[in-house]
């Protein structure tokens, strides 16, 4: 009986490796090519432009560069170091566990530190007014670098373009979240280090576009109700705000939701569901049963409070849209629907 043999490569460490005479430590230096260096003496014509050669060579390497302190004076930066991503230490906050307070005012969870005190850096100091000049280059790094195979999983090296932006953006408004997203663009793309970005890019990309969105996002709501009211005459939508402008009911029912309830609309049911999203309000649907005895919805709406008034504007909509009121009523027995009902509902349907 043969039995098979796995292999695993061993892990190669990136860079010059060199051992200090003095220190008996290990250091390494990119290998990348002479014109790619930073060297003392070298003129930029703003820190901006002496940062991306430094980040172009931090990529060529397999590391990634930030920029770290400054000396201005009179609101002038004199001096403007660039460093090593690893640079530096994490400060640790103790925190005693058996102290109440101590643990209340911990708000961030521990994360692994990535840094580990590497002291490479390029220092640049103000030359001739408005350029900046190298006086200090220090090449020696205390860990090694990324492999290439792995250089797109560097900061750096991740961006996302414009077309990508758009892509997601459409397979979000298709509810495809921003996980299934990325790993629709890693199959289009043909692989991960095609794509240019990770998952948690393309999650972050959505949580900047919720933030940008902020307290509009009712405004947008309403605005493509409209819209599709425009393309469609029997698609019908209803909306009241508060003196401030802020979105207090919404009711909204489409073509389908009115064929249905001219078709099975003598029994209605509608009840409101608990206030599990994020804007407080509460989910009212609208529900018959078919010939089949099948749900079908007869229309929706989203409410800011379950007041007599909040429902009673909620079936006066609902009058205007379908034209006629129903002679059964099945709700959960709110007093305030109830009053609503028979306020509104001149007819005075049955009501459960």
Not at 84 to 91: D, F, L, M, S
Not at 170 to 183: D, E, Q, R
Not at 275 to 280: A, E, I, K, Q, T
């Amino acid at each position: 009986m043969m039995k098979s043999i796995i292999y695993v490569a061993a892990y190669t460490e990136v860079g010059i490796e060199r051992t200090s005479s003095v220190s008996g430590k290990k250091y390494y230096t990119p290998d990348v090519d002479e014109s790619t260096k930073p060297k003392v003496g070298m003129v930029f014509d703003s820190i901006e432009f002496a940062f991306a050669f430094y980040q172009k060579y931090a990529l060529a390497g397999g590391f990634t560069a930030r920029k770290n302190a400054q000396y201005t004076k009179d609101g002038v930066v004199k001096l403007k170091y660039l460093v090593c991503t690893k640079e530096g230490c994490k400060t640790v906050k103790k925190v005693d566990t058996l102290d109440e307070g101590s643990q209340n005012t911990r708000i961030h969870r521990n994360k692994p530190s990535k840094r580990t005190g590497c002291q490479a850096q390029i220092r640049l100091e103000l030359f001739d007014h408005n350029k900046f000049r190298i006086y200090k280059f220090v090449e020696e790094y205390n860990h090694s670098f990324v492999d290439e195979d792995d250089l797109h999983f560097l900061t750096a090296a991740r961006s996302l373009t414009y077309q990508k932006e758009k892509l997601l953006c459409a397979m979000s408004n298709l509810n495809i979240g921003p996980v299934k997203a990325f790993n629709i663009m890693r199959t289009m793309y043909g692989g991960f280090e095609n794509v240019g970005v990770t998952a948690s890019d393309c999650k972050n990309f959505k949580n900047d576009i919720n933030t940008y969105i902020g307290e509009y996002d009712a405004y947008m709501v309403v605005r493509c109700l409209l819209r599709k009211k425009e393309f469609l005459p029997n698609f019908w939508f209803d909306y009241q705000t508060t003196d401030d402008g802020a979105l207090k009911g919404l009711f909204w029912a489409d073509e389908d939701s009115k064929r249905n309830y001219f078709t099975f609309g003598d029994v209605i049911s509608f009840d409101a569901t608990y206030r599990s999203n994020r804007y407080n309000m509460v989910f009212v649907p609208f529900t018959g049963i078919d010939n089949h005895n099948r749900n079908v919805t007869l229309g929706a709406a989203l409410l800011g409070s379950e007041t007599v008034e909040s429902y009673k504007w909620l079936l006066q909509s609902f009058k205007k849209a379908f034209l006629y009121e129903p002679q059964v009523v099945v709700t959960d027995q709110d007093p305030a629907m109830k009053r609503a009902i028979e306020d509104v509902f001149t007819s005075k349907p049955i009501h459960f």
